[in-house]
């Protein structure tokens, strides 16, 4: 089955975005694909966690110019940098969650979407 060139772009975002948190240390980096999914609001989550609200703050600030610096492309809206946290990206297709670990934990949004294809990225140490 060929790649939609759009899927392709999602894939590209994905990666970007991925590389945007490991430049802050972000960790538990998880990627859920729901391009299978009938019922799924966008094609991926892309989520992760930081230490503190200023570790919050830093990688979700390090998404936005990575992503930006190296393909152009800015979030549709961001929400959550007031207290930093639990801070969503909208990047169309694409949401980012980067939380506290206490409010990843509440929230449990992997476990929302189990059905979906889900990547664990290994932490950078």
Same mark, same amino acid.
């Given at each position: 089955m060929k790649k939609r060139i759009k899927d392709l772009e999602n894939e590209q975002i994905v990666k970007n975005i991925v590389e945007g948190i490991q430049e802050r240390k972000? %960790?538990?980096? +998880? +990627? +859920? @694909?729901?391009?299978?999914? %009938?019922?799924?609001?966008c094609s991926y989550f892309v989520i992760c966690e930081g230490d503190s609200n200023v570790h919050v703050n830093a990688v979700a600030l390090s998404i936005q110019d990575y +992503?930006? @610096? %190296?393909i152009q492309v800015k979030p549709y809206a961001a929400d959550g940098f007031e207290n930093a946290e639990w801070i969503a990206m909208d990047y169309g297709q694409i949401i980012v969650h980067v939380f506290q670990r206490h409010a990843r934990q509440y929230y449990d949004i992997e476990h929302l979407w189990a059905d979906a294809d889900l990547q664990k990225i290994e932490n950078l140490n």
């Open positions: 972000g %960790k538990e980096i +998880v +990627v +859920v @694909d729901m391009n299978r999914l %009938k019922e799924a609001p +992503v930006q @610096d %190296k």
